[in-house]
């Protein structure tokens, strides 16, 4: 009898990998004092946990690991909260498949 094992999603993000364009970040997010709530709402939807707050309450973003979904592009982009392009050629993520 063989049991069934249901691979993770974490452990299959693991697989890829991810070459960080140094001094380069693809997204930026604009300087605030008190973050919208879209752009509190990234620290919550973006499934690479790029967003985060920080201890005065600003939401910041480190783009490492960022597997360029667009969700918080389609979030913050038109209202200005965040600046978002693809990475350069050859940097950013680079996905394992199979
Ligand atoms: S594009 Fe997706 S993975 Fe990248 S920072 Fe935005 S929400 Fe996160």
């Known amino acids: 009898?063989?049991?069934?094992?249901?691979?993770?999603?974490?452990?299959?993000?693991?697989?890829?990998?991810?070459?960080?364009?140094?001094?380069?970040?693809?997204?930026?997010?604009?300087?605030?004092?008190?973050?919208?709530?879209a752009l509190v709402a990234l620290t919550a939807v973006c499934p690479a946990k790029c967003y985060e707050m920080n201890d005065r309450g600003q939401v910041e973003i480190t783009p490492d690991?960022?597997?360029?979904?667009?969700?918080c592009r389609i979030l913050c982009e038109a209202s200005g909260d965040i600046e978002w392009d693809y990475p350069r050629g050859g940097y950013g993520v680079l996905y394992k498949f199979g």
């Open 1 to 37: 009898m063989t049991v069934a094992t249901e691979a993770r999603v974490e452990d299959k993000l693991f697989q890829n990998r991810y070459l960080v364009d140094a001094g380069k970040p693809h997204i930026k997010v604009r300087a605030h004092e008190t973050p919208s709530a």
């Open 65 to 71: 690991g960022c597997m360029e979904c667009g969700t």
